[in-house]
């Protein structure tokens, strides 16, 4: 069954799931991971972001319009309900081809055990 994919969208949500410290870098990305809260046990809730060290505010928006399009695109079917996860871009968030870019996002959920069996 696909799950509905809820967003992230305070910097409190943000810091909890970093203060889980269940990350997993893939070369497009990296993926932070938390259980949610007991209330929010029925669905996946995602936030996006990206350093200035990645690049101006342009390039920035690309990277997470990127992220936001394949999380949009593998989440649903294949991320466990119950968790909060925070994509952060990359350098090569930008220049990786997108099939690619959801391999990332699919191999990271199955490294930190929360994807789908």
């Not at 069954?1 to 305070?10: E, N, S, T």
């Not at 909890?16 to 993926?31: C, N, S, Y």
């Not at 029925?42 to 399009?69: C, H, I, P, Q, Y």
């Not at 695109?73 to 079917?77: C, D, I, Q, Y």
């Given at each position: 069954?696909?799950?509905?994919?809820?967003?992230?969208?305070?910097r409190a949500?943000?810091l909890?799931?970093?203060?889980?410290?269940?990350?997993?870098?893939?070369?497009?990305?990296?993926?932070q991971?938390?259980?949610?809260?007991?209330?929010?046990?029925?669905?996946?809730?995602?936030?996006?972001?990206?350093?200035?060290?990645?690049?101006?505010?342009?390039?920035?928006?690309?990277?997470?319009?990127?992220?936001?399009?394949?999380?949009a695109?593998?989440?649903?079917?294949a991320?466990?309900?119950?968790?909060?996860?925070?994509?952060?871009?990359?350098?090569?968030?930008?220049?990786?081809?997108?099939?690619?870019?959801?391999?990332?996002?699919?191999?990271?959920?199955?490294?930190?055990?929360?994807?789908?069996?």
């Open positions: 069954m696909v799950q509905p994919v809820g967003r992230l969208k305070r949500e943000f909890r799931v970093a203060d889980a410290r269940r990350k997993w870098a893939a070369p497009g990305l990296v993926l991971a938390a259980r949610a809260p007991e209330a929010e046990a029925d669905g996946v809730r995602v936030g996006f972001t990206a350093t200035k060290r990645l690049g101006g505010a342009v390039v920035r928006n690309r990277a997470k319009r990127r992220l936001r399009a394949a999380a695109a593998v989440l649903p079917a991320a466990k309900p119950g968790h909060h996860l925070v994509l952060i871009g990359r350098s090569e968030t930008l220049s990786r081809k997108f099939s690619d870019l959801k391999t990332d996002v699919a191999a990271a959920l199955a490294k930190l055990g929360i994807a789908k069996s």
